[in-house]
C-alpha cells in the first residue's frame, strides 16, 4: 500500500524533490528528460530503499540526495491557534566529471559549478513568479568540492549542498 506525503514532515522533502526535478539543468545533469524520470535519481535520506542500496556506492553518478538539516526544521506558535512550520532542507547534488574535463582540475571545478549553478537558477526561476512555489522561499548554495574518490570506488565526482528554506502555515 503507498502513502502520499502529506505532514508537516513528509511534505516539505517532497515539495523539494518536485521542485529539483522540475528544474531542466538538473534533468540535463542526470540525463532524463522530464521530471517524472528525474524523480528517480532523487533520493530522500534514510527513506527511499533505493538509495540504501546505493549508498555502498555500487556506482550511482549523477544523483541528488534530500533529508533534514540537523536541528533546525520545526513548528513555532503564532498567536493561540497557529503555527508557522519550516526550517532547512539540504539537497547534496553528486556529480560524475565529464571524460573532457577529468584531466585539469580546474576545468572540472568550473564545470560542476556552472552545473550547480544553472540547477540553482532554474529552481529560482520556478519559485519566483509563483513567490513561494511548493513553499521553498530560500536558496542557498553552503558548499562545493570534490568528494573523496576512495568513498567513491575511485570515481572523480563533485558534490554541491544546497541549503533551501520551506515554510508553512498550520492554524
Partial sequence: MSVTPSGMFSLPLDNARTLLANAAAFQTLVEKGNATDAKTRIFIIETDEEFKQTEDREFCPN?????????????????????????????????????????????????????????????????????????????????AGRLDPDFYNGAFLFGGDLVLTWRGFEG
Fill in 63 to 143: 544523483r541528488a540526495i534530500i533529508g533534514y538539516q540537523s536541528g533546525g526544521f520545526g513548528a513555532e506558535l503564532v498567536g493561540s491557534t497557529g503555527w508557522n512550520v519550516g526550517g532547512p532542507i539540504e539537497v547534496r547534488i553528486e556529480a560524475e566529471v565529464p571524460d573532457d574535463y577529468r584531466n585539469n582540475y580546474q576545468w572540472a571545478l568550473w564545470w560542476f559549478l556552472n552545473s550547480l549553478g544553472a540547477i540553482v537558477t532554474d529552481m529560482r526561476d520556478l519559485i519566483a513568479p509563483n513567490r513561494g512555489y511548493l513553499n521553498i522561499t530560500d536558496i542557498k548554495i553552503a558548499e
